[in-house]
């Protein structure tokens, strides 16, 4: 079936530092590609999606490439704030538009 | 804008009660799903709908039940509770678009904590 692997966290960066976290997805067909945010004691809420390959979604100093060729959708951001501290989930959308979501990633940003 | 609103935010339900978390948007999408959050392991799909009158399963059913009478309400059962239903419950919604998969919208969730 459908499957999303996402790096395993957390991830602790310093303010400013360069941010990637990696994803890679198993899927039939052409599924569209997410990233959603949780931050604590919230839901998830969309951050950036991409719909077919060599798309570029981004949102708020954040980008993902959907690169079919290595099945990936890594998020990168250049220059993280302690503001930017939650927890990232890769998703898949398959048929039938259901959500097919990573483990998640903690983020902590220190100032 | 309500969007998705999810009730109650926190339960503590005691082994073999049951209960009911109530789900609603106000957007008329068509599609609703309830998923479960469990620490460091993502979220796994358990029911899903796709309009009114409409239910099926997903990853993870057994134990809890659903029904779609409207396009705004979209409750999820919980007939006797386990210890292993112990999580955070999301519900969301998102609507079909020809050609494209959209977004989903999400309520706050529920913590659910069985004893």
């Known amino acids: 079936g459908n499957s999303v692997t996402q790096m395993e966290g957390p991830v602790t960066l310093s303010e400013e530092a360069f941010l990637t976290i990696n994803c890679t997805y198993t899927?039939?067909?052409?599924?569209?590609l997410f990233w959603y945010v949780q931050y604590p004691g919230e839901g998830l809420q969309l951050l950036l999606k991409a719909t077919k390959a060599d798309d570029k979604g981004s949102n708020k100093g954040f980008e993902a490439t959907y690169r079919k060729e290595t099945t990936s959708f890594h998020l990168e951001k250049g220059s993280v704030q302690v503001s930017d501290s939650a927890v990232y989930f890769c998703a898949l959308s398959d048929e039938g538009n259901k959500l097919v979501f990573g483990a998640g990633t903690i983020l902590r940003v220190k100032s | 804008n309500a969007g998705v609103t999810q009730t109650p935010k926190f339960r503590i339900l005691k082994i073999g009660q049951s209960m009911t978390l109530q789900c609603a948007q106000d957007?008329?999408?068509?599609?609703m799903y309830w998923y479960r959050q469990d620490p460091g392991m993502g979220l796994k799909l358990i029911y899903y709908?796709?309009?009114?009158?409409?239910?099926d399963k997903g990853e993870v059913p057994n134990g809890y039940n659903v029904s779609r009478s409207t396009t705004e309400d979209f409750p999820l059962r919980l007939e006797l509770a386990a210890p292993s239903q112990t999580s955070v419950y999301f519900c969301?919604?998102?609507?079909?678009?020809?050609?494209?998969?959209?977004?989903?919208?999400f309520g706050q969730g529920t913590r659910l904590t069985v004893v």
């Open positions: 957007m008329n999408h068509n599609y």
């Open positions: 969301a919604s998102s609507y079909p678009m020809t050609g494209a998969n959209t977004e989903a919208f």
């Open positions: 899927a039939t067909g052409y599924p569209s």
């Open positions: 709908s796709v309009g009114a009158g409409i239910t």
